[in-house]
């Protein structure tokens, strides 16, 4: 799934599948990620400012770069 610097800002995605998916660049403010499956994802750069990652899996997600201030999890 190809979603590099796709505004997400405010998005309900908690329990989804985002296996695999391009997010380079994507900004991701305040999402609603709990419980999403971000493993093998590529988020270099992307911006998850304040995001909820509570439960979320990251296993092998490329997080070079990407800003996680104030996120949760």
């Known amino acids: 799934m190809n979603l590099e610097g796709a505004e997400l800002n405010y998005a309900g995605l908690e329990g989804a599948s985002l296996f695999g998916a391009r997010l380079q660049g994507a900004s991701l403010y305040?999402?609603?990620?709990?419980?999403?499956?971000?493993?093998?994802?590529?988020?270099?750069?992307?911006?998850?400012?304040?995001?909820r990652l509570q439960g979320a899996s990251l296993v092998q997600t490329?997080?070079?770069?990407a800003s996680l201030k104030h996120a949760r999890g």
């Open 30 to 51: 305040q999402a609603q990620l709990q419980g999403t499956s971000l493993d093998q994802a590529r988020l270099q750069g992307a911006s998850l400012e304040s995001a």
């Open 62 to 65: 490329q997080l070079q770069g």
